[in-house]
């Protein structure tokens, strides 16, 4: 690794907007990665309070978009987020906790017949985990993202031409 490329991993946040300035023609590839470190830095969803993090992350689970253009612009960033990750790992994610359900309904009910209450109260804990995982989790259901990402682009849009 180059000298360079060893001193963009110690950049600061503050700190990439003047490297990227300073830096030759020649590098546009390391142009590209400092442009994508400072679009997954999401500042606009960062910007905002707890709880209207909290409101903006359940409007974009559900696949609804918030009415407020400053939190509609945070759920663009979000939802950007979440498909960025790509289909690969929002099907694992979905497969992970279907096999991880019944792997647990099972083991659990062995626990039970041999009377192991630890293991029977371990195996409920995946099952609940899983069930919650697959309830809550944006990234198991990419359409609904990709419904408050349309939805947030509207309402953003109409917010910046008032």
């Known amino acids: 690794m180059s000298d360079k490329g060893s001193k963009v991993l110690l950049l600061q946040v503050g700190e990439i907007c003047r490297f990227q300035s300073g830096l030759r023609p020649g590098y546009e590839k390391l142009r590209s990665a400092v442009a994508l470190i400072q679009v997954t830095q999401m500042r606009k969803f ?3 309070s707890f709880g209207e993090r909290w409101r903006v992350a359940r409007l ?3 696949g609804e978009a918030p009415r407020d253009p400053r939190m ?4 663009i960033e979000l939802a950007e987020s979440y498909q960025r990750k790509g289909r690969a790992e929002s ?5 992970l906790a279907m096999v991880l359900i019944p792997t ?3 083991l659990g009910v062995l626990a039970a017949t041999d009377g192991d209450a630890a293991v029977v109260m371990a195996m409920v804990l995946v099952m609940l985990t899983n069930i919650a995982h697959l309830a809550f989790n944006p990234a198991a259901r990419p359409q609904d993202v990709a419904r408050s990402l ?3 682009r509207r309402i953003a849009a109409e917010g910046e031409r008032s």
């Open 150 to 152: 349309e939805a947030s």
């Open 72 to 75: 509609a612009a945070a759920a």
């Open 60 to 62: 974009v689970a559900t």
């Open 46 to 48: 960062r910007a905002l």
């Open 91 to 95: 099907t694992l994610y979905r497969l």
């Open 104 to 106: 647990a309904v099972v």
